[in-house]
């Protein structure tokens, strides 16, 4: 008898291990069911979308320059030493095509619409300077460039509204260095130590108050680490609208809340005794307390975002895509991150979301910040991309991908891990609840959010520009400002004008406007679009 009943235990047992067993072979044929179909979807997905919201390839991108440059008829520098008097192309992007395009192509199998570039031409070597914009195409091959400039803006665009090449900054700290600086020597010399490499000057905008002005007023600071925050106390304001740099001029120049004709009247009132002046004690090359050094030594590593069965989406070619979300991603180069083909359980919810400004205004006592008008466009939120660091910018278990753009140089520039992609566990349940009244029993779920994050850092401010799809169909898009503020030389009623960050620092009042777009697509086509949507929409500033 005891023998019967160890044998029939034995048999339910073996029933009940092949039970087991033929249960997690049929999940696991559901998987590869799964994982299969998902993959046949991201396939199909990424040979429509190659050909429509794709970044331009390094391939298309230098097409794109050699046609310009045979067919154009003149002669195209490099922008990044061209001259003002040159004519250089300033930038080539992507040109989408239109929504109606694009969604028949998508939805109703129409044609493809043809791979196109956007590209920006300074002419500066015309009887008429002006810029440009024509489409060329198709790609990879261009035969063929419209100037659509007359279209988009109701006629040529005068050339002193181009925004300056980064070789323009450059050419303006040379004037200052071969040109003004010298006459005024003592000055430099006694007042702000000067050795010919320990003063930065920073920019700003817009350059000038009026239509046809050119002229931009420098703030100097030390050199350091951190130079933001160290303002020496001179601005220059420099006109640099005539195209032979030789021709430009001093227009103003500000120190100790006075203003004066140019450097060499400054270095008069100097010498002569009638300036009152405030020696700048020399810094470390650290910059002292900006320096981004810890200042508490960590001796053990921080959490770690830890995905323990790998992750549970794909990021290839331009396509991310998720059991419960796909969609198509590209970097403008002025505008930044753009998403479009959003889906949710493979239903279009969203055609684009994407970031269209960032702009700040500055107030100060000093002529520089008072003036600046920062609209971020027109530098490139996505020309200044900044690479994400493994474990502090985006979890190490992140996938992380480059960006290939073409901005005031003549060859393709790569940004290597200037996006990263990850699941983040919210660390708060979605839903959840414990009963103890009539029954005893806790039911949740856990909450986690699918992430597309990439940085701008335009001078001093560094962008955080996130992406969020979480699994009940909520989408967020987050802006977060980092960096360094601006600042301006503290003196007089400064503090009126913000708060003080240093002995002569003045951490000026400003506040930022960010620009978002969402064209929704809920149940049908729809050319409805939201522009700064509030709904969803969380903008983050620390300064």
């Not at 905008?205 to 951190?226: E, H």
């Not at 640099?240 to 203003?259: E, N």
């Not at 989406?313 to 403008?332: E, P, T």
Request: charged fraction near 20%; charge should be neutral.
């Amino acid at each position: 008898m005891n023998q019967k009943v160890l044998l029939f235990m034995l048999f339910l047992s073996f029933l009940a291990i092949f039970a087991f067993v033929c249960i997690l072979l049929t999940r696991g044929g559901k998987c590869e069911s799964c994982a299969s179909q998902s993959q046949a979807l991201t396939e199909h997905l990424n040979s429509k979308w190659s050909c429509l919201f794709a970044d331009l390839s390094q391939e298309e991108l230098v097409h794109v320059v050699q046609y310009l440059k045979s067919n154009l008829g003149t002669t195209l520098e490099d922008a990044s030493h061209a001259k003002p008097s040159d004519n250089c192309i300033y930038s080539v992007d992507l040109e989408l095509p239109s929504k109606a395009d694009t969604l028949s192509f998508l939805d109703h199998g129409g044609r493809c619409p043809a791979r196109q570039a956007l590209v920006v031409v300074y002419f500066g070597n015309q009887p008429d300077p002006n810029v440009t914009e024509y489409v060329v195409g198709p790609l990879p091959q261009p035969m063929y460039h419209r100037d659509v400039t007359v279209q988009k803006y109701g006629g040529k665009v005068p050339y002193y509204r181009r925004p300056p090449l980064i070789a323009e900054h450059k050419q303006m700290a040379h004037f200052l260095q071969s040109t003004l600086f010298p006459t005024a020597p003592s000055f430099m010399r006694e007042v702000l130590n000067y050795n010919g490499a320990n003063l930065a000057a920073m920019t700003t905008s817009p350059k000038g108050m009026k239509s046809g002005d050119r002229a931009t007023w420098l703030i100097l600071y030390q050199n350091v680490t951190g130079y933001f925050l160290h303002p020496v106390g001179l601005e220059v304001l420099i006109d640099h609208r005539s195209l032979d740099i030789t021709h430009w001029i001093v227009k103003k120049v500000f120190y100790g809340d006075q203003y004066y004709r140019d450097m060499a009247q400054l270095e008069r009132e100097f010498t002569e005794g009638h300036l009152h002046v405030e020696k700048v004690n020399r810094i470390p090359a650290d910059g002292g307390f900006s320096s981004m050094k810890p200042r508490v030594h960590h001796a053990k590593l921080h959490s770690l975002n830890y995905e323990l069965f790998g992750p549970r989406y794909s990021a290839k070619n331009n396509q991310v895509h998720s059991a419960l979300w796909s969609f198509a991603y590209r970097m403008d180069l002025h505008r930044g991150p753009q998403l479009f083909d959003i889906r949710f359980k493979n239903e279009r919810v969203v055609y684009e979301l994407s970031v269209q400004d960032t702009m700040s205004v500055y107030g100060s006592n000093n002529p520089g910040g008072m003036s600046i008008r920062y609209m971020d466009g027109s530098f490139g939120l996505g020309k200044f991309l900044s690479p994400l660091m493994r474990g502090l910018d985006c979890p190490y278990s992140a996938t992380y991908l480059n960006v290939t753009l073409l901005a005031e140089v003549e060859r393709p520039l790569i940004t290597r891990d200037a996006i990263c992609v990850f699941e983040q566990d919210m660390g708060v349940p979605f839903r959840r609840h414990f009963s103890k009244l009539h029954s005893l029993y806790y039911g949740g779920l856990q909450s986690t959010a699918l992430v597309f994050r990439s940085v701008s850092t335009i001078g001093n401010y560094d962008y955080i520009w996130d992406f969020v799809f979480y699994p009940n169909g909520a989408i967020e898009n987050k802006v977060r400002a980092t960096g360094y503020i601006s600042s301006s030389y503290l003196h007089n009623d400064g503090l009126e004008y913000g708060n003080r960050v240093g002995d002569y620092t003045l951490g000026t009042i400003h506040t930022h406007f960010v620009g978002f777009k969402v064209d929704l697509d809920i149940a049908a086509s729809s050319q409805a679009t939201i522009t700064n949507p509030s709904v969803n929409t969380h903008v983050y500033i620390k300064t």
